[in-house]
T-cell receptor
Framework: AQTVTQSQPEMSVQEAETVTLSCTYD???????LFWYKQPPSRQMILVIR??????QNATENRFSVNFQKAAKSFSLKISDSQLGDTAMYFC??????????FGGGTRLMVKP | EAGVAQSPRYKIIEKRQSVAFWCNPISGHATLYWYQQILGQGPKLLIQFQNNGVVDDSQLPKDRFSAERLKGVDSTLKIQPAKLEDSAVYLC???????????FGPGTRLTVT
């Protein structure tokens, strides 16, 4: 079974600064997908970024980028130029190419003005 | 494009009562998921449908939980009888097919007293 671990329950960052959220996972599969989801206080889960394991290039989406280290089974999220609207729970998730999405426990990010 | 719709948004019931949640996925999305998110935790998959067939229900407590997806579109999740530990947010999500991104609804917050 796959497991996803987010070791930082809470983090805070000053507005306009950069923050990195950590995620590690455990799997014996070689082909899989990794995601970061954001869940603001309103509760609706929103996809932030996705990474295919077969791609060596790290995914980027505007201010969001990942550092994917396949050998280390690490998938961190970097948020640049943090904005107040980035305040939310962030969940790392693993998808075994067709099977269920396994979520980590989440990191609560607070962006301070 | 309309998002995933869920109702009700909130529900309070007493233990041993029954409750049902409804989900309408994004049009054209063949795959539908129900997740349980206990406060402070990441979502846990309860059941996954592909069209109107069940793909994975290994984590669904079948003695009290049931779900159906008639005609491969809308879905209902039922709990009967409810227990205190069922208090959680129930999230519905849909996708074109695994492992594409899952789009989440706003969730139903269930409180069992």
């Amino acid at each position: 079974a796959q497991t996803v671990t987010q070791s930082q329950p809470e983090m805070s960052v000053q507005e306009a600064e950069t923050v990195t959220l950590s995620c590690t996972y455990d799997t014996s599969e070689n082909n899989y997908y990794l995601f970061w989801y954001k869940q603001p206080p309103s509760r609706q889960m929103i996809l932030v970024i996705r990474q295919e394991a077969y791609k060596q290039q790290n995914a980027t989406e505007n201010r969001f980028s990942v550092n994917f280290q396949k050998a280390a089974k690490s998938f961190s999220l970097k948020i640049s130029d943090s904005q107040l609207g980035d305040t939310a729970m962030y969940f790392c998730a693993f998808n075994n190419a067709g099977n269920m999405l396994t979520f980590g426990g989440g990191t609560r990010l607070m962006v301070k003005p | 494009e309309a998002g995933v719709a869920q109702s009700p948004r909130y529900k309070i019931i007493e233990k041993r009562q029954s409750v049902a949640f409804w989900c309408n996925p994004i049009s054209g999305h063949a795959t539908l998921y129900w997740y349980q998110q206990i406060l402070g935790q990441g979502p846990k998959l309860l059941i996954q449908f592909q069209n109107n067939g069940v793909v994975d229900d290994s984590q669904l407590p079948k003695d009290r939980f049931s779900a159906e997806r008639l005609k491969g579109v809308d879905s209902t999740l039922k709990i009967q009888p409810a227990k205190l530990e069922d208090s959680a947010v129930y999230l519905c999500a849909s996708s074109l097919a695994p492992p594409y991104e899952q789009y989440f609804g706003p969730g139903t917050r269930l409180t069992v007293t």
